[in-house]
């Protein structure tokens, strides 16, 4: 072999490593946007998710391929590579559809934002409404309320609260629906500012030899609502009530697409599911979705959070939807041809209202309840209601 030869001979040795090398770097780099690319295929055509995980995960496995030389190395790969992709795509496709599921539900649980919407603070997003007629001292009443109302009572304590007045201090509390009801019914707290307790929580008060007192202080839209591209804008009253009772189980029956209904409901107890249950009257609705928490000690089963499918529908109220959670890619629907709009609330022509009360208990020996109710009828605690969202008396 002359010098030369030896030298081009090294040069293309050189030349391959190089490449090697840079086509290993490309996989390693390209891999994650493959896999990124296929998860949007499926999530938006209905893609094969079988030849999609197939497809990535053969990705990777090229780059032993570009190192083993000997053929019976690369045979002995190829067998190996097969059973990787015998074992991968099932777990692929499992834990592919669980991110994907993740990445499209919206969360309807009842927890916000807490320190967005608390009494005294200057980038509170609350209504503020300095100088109000009424500040109370003394017994301060033990206020507590729904998730969607929670700006609304905040926003009464800090007008008529003195500022030293701090969540969870006694005084202005945030149990949500379930333990809200919970407590007054216990008569550990005052005033429960929401939509109507369920049957079974005016039931638990009447164990407890408590009578619940409604004070109407503004109304409220309950609404449905479903994926932006659902070409559904309306339903009436009583194809909700098919869909939630199982009559009608895809959207092709009430002139959408042929694809299947996906309702999701909430936990029981709280204020969206118990006027659900009002809504449905005697018509009896399908049994919830549930999903499993595995925790330390066991696994606790809660109603699954709406995901954000094509073929989903939810309900809840409006302002909760419209102004707290504001998800652009949700839609709520009119219901007998009639929007959820403020305009349409006030009027009357929105079929489905839902009162919204200051519910107290009766023997509240306390002053300064009926002091503080009348203060929210009054022109400032409705200019408050009707700031925030809600529709006033």
Not at 154 to 174: N, Q, R
Not at 308 to 331: A, V
Request: net charge negative; charged share 20%; hydrophobic share 45%.
């Amino acid at each position: 072999m002359t010098l030369k030869e030896f030298f081009d001979q090294r040069e293309v040795k050189i030349t391959v490593l190089v490449l090697k090398i840079l086509l290993t770097v490309a996989i390693v780099l390209a891999w994650p946007l493959v896999a990124l690319f296929f998860m949007l295929m499926i999530a938006l055509f209905g893609y094969s998710e079988w030849i999609a995980y197939a497809s990535v995960l053969i990705l990777p496995s090229v780059i032993p391929l570009l190192w083993v030389r000997k053929k019976a190395g690369r045979i002995y790969l190829a067998c190996f590579c097969c059973f990787i992709l015998a074992l991968g795509i099932p777990l692929g496709v499992q834990i592919g559809q669980d991110l994907y599921e993740d990445s499209i539900t919206i969360d309807t649980t009842p927890n916000i934002n807490l320190r967005e919407y608390l009494p005294f603070d200057e980038d509170s997003k609350i209504v503020k409404l300095e100088d109000a007629s009424l500040q109370l001292e003394g017994d301060l009443p033990i206020i507590d309320g729904a998730t969607a109302a929670f700006p609304v009572y905040s926003a009464f304590v800090h007008a008529v609260y003195p500022e030293t007045t701090e969540l969870y201090d006694g005084v202005f509390e945030y149990n949500s629906t379930v333990g809200g009801y919970k407590l007054l019914a216990q008569k550990k707290t005052d005033i429960f500012i929401g939509a109507a307790p369920s049957k079974e929580q005016i039931a638990y008060a009447e164990q407890m030899g408590t009578v619940f007192d409604y004070t109407q202080i503004g109304y409220e839209a309950f609404v449905f609502f479903v994926h932006k591209d659902n070409p559904i804008d309306s339903l009436t009253s009583q194809q909700i009530r098919d869909i939630y009772s199982g009559k009608i189980t895809n959207w092709k029956e009430v002139g959408g697409e042929d694809k299947p209904i996906e309702a999701f409901q909430r936990d029981k107890g709280s204020g969206s599911q118990s006027m659900m249950l009002r809504f449905m009257g005697d018509a009896t609705i399908i049994d919830p979705e549930i999903k499993e928490i595995k925790g330390m000690a066991a696994a606790i089963e809660e109603v699954a959070d709406y995901r954000n499918l094509s073929g989903s529908i939810g309900f809840s109220f409006r302002f909760y939807i419209e102004g707290m959670i504001k998800n652009p890619d949700i839609k709520m629907i009119a219901v007998d041809g009639v929007a959820p709009t403020v305009e349409n609330i006030k009027s009357g022509a929105y079929p489905i209202i839902a009162p919204v009360y200051a519910v107290t208990y009766e023997g509240n020996d306390n002053p300064n309840v009926q002091r503080l109710l009348d203060w929210i009828l009054s022109d400032e605690g409705q200019y408050i209601i009707e700031k925030t969202g809600y529709v006033g008396n």
